[in-house]
């Protein structure tokens, strides 16, 4: 491999890295915050990147951002009163709700379940005329998904620094005293997955815009992929303020980007791509745990031997 084509490489991992580590933030605030299990990510992202693609194709590329955001929005609102009001379990109602949400999708698309977006103006087109003729010409993605990814960032610094924020991150933590707090924990977990959500259908916009389509299984498997971002971010930075363990999230997504880019490199079969994503989860989630618990293992393996 040249040293040009693992630039190439380094730069594809970053892009979409930083794209879909929007989502990886979402469930850093949904599952690790406020400690629910949303499943209804994979149809939230699919959701985002229709919506966006529609009001695009119409001829609004910045309102098309805002317009997916708003969409997630809805779709965490739905999820959450299911949960807080209807007494649905988080698991079956994320299930309830992806599920769902897949007939939305293809209705919001027309009743096509690809929308081309070759000849529309999106924000990604917007920069790329900005910069042309300079030397970031050719970053004009990177440079959409940095700004998006540092403004959420910065967003979730300062909301969980809040006093509604903190509120979400108790009702994570010990949901039985936010209540002797007199706060309401149906209303933190309304205001945690609807913010949540948004985050998710803003990846999915950003990723369909610079794709230039959009699939109704764009968005399948994305839970699988955030949560392994999650689990590798919490193993490099699993200490410190929010805003380290947003950087930590950021660079977890990354990291399995670049993992799943050199996979693909190295010509592996498509229908092989899940079992790497499992693989991945399977690695991030039994390291920490072997870290942890390795000197009890050793002490074990030390009284075996000494047994003999």
């Known amino acids: 491999m040249s040293f040009a084509m693992a630039l190439t490489l380094v730069q594809t991992a970053l892009e979409l890295g930083l794209i879909c580590s929007l989502t990886v933030l979402a469930l850093f605030l949904s599952y690790s915050m406020l400690n629910v299990c949303d499943l209804s990510t994979d149809g939230c992202f699919t959701l985002g990147a229709a919506v966006g693609a529609v009001v695009a194709i119409s001829g609004h590329p ?31 109602a994320g299930i309830i ?23 529309t103006e999106t924000v990604f087109t917007m920069v790329k005329g900005l910069v042309a003729g300079t030397a970031l010409e050719s970053y004009f993605i990177l440079i ?6 540092a403004v959420i960032v910065i967003f979730l610094n300062f909301f969980l620094k809040t006093r509604l924020g903190l509120a979400i991150r108790a ?39 610079s794709q230039k389509s959009v699939d109704i299984n764009i968005g399948q498997g994305m839970v699988t992929i955030a949560l392994a971002s999650l689990l590798i971010g919490g193993t490099v930075i699993n200490h410190g303020s929010i805003l380290k ?5 950021v660079l977890g997504s990354f990291i399995f980007r670049l993992v799943y880019t050199i996979a ?12 790497v994503s499992s693989v991945i ?28």
């Open 97 to 119: 709700v992806n599920t769902a949400l897949y007939s939305v999708n293809i209705a919001i698309m027309g009743g096509s379940s690809l929308l081309n977006m070759n000849k």
């Open 281 to 308: 989860v399977i690695l991030a989630i039994f390291i920490p745990y072997l870290k942890n618990n390795w000197p009890t293992i050793q002490r074990r393996l030390n009284y075996k031997k000494g047994g003999r």
């Open 245 to 249: 363990r947003a950087i930590g999230v």
């Open 171 to 209: 009702t994570g933590n010990n949901p039985d005293m936010v209540k002797s707090s007199s706060i309401n924990p149906a209303f933190t977990t309304i205001i945690g997955l609807c913010v949540a959500n948004s985050f998710t259908a803003l990846s999915g916009a950003l990723l369909s815009q």
């Open 62 to 92: 910045i309102l098309s951002i805002v317009a997916a955001m708003c969409a997630g929005v809805l779709s965490g609102f739905i999820t959450a009163i299911l949960q807080t009001k209807m007494g649905v379990e988080s698991l079956l």
């Open 144 to 149: 959409v998904a940095l700004v998006a990814v």
């Open 264 to 275: 693909l490199r190295f010509n592996m079969p498509a229908f092989m791509l899940k079992l």
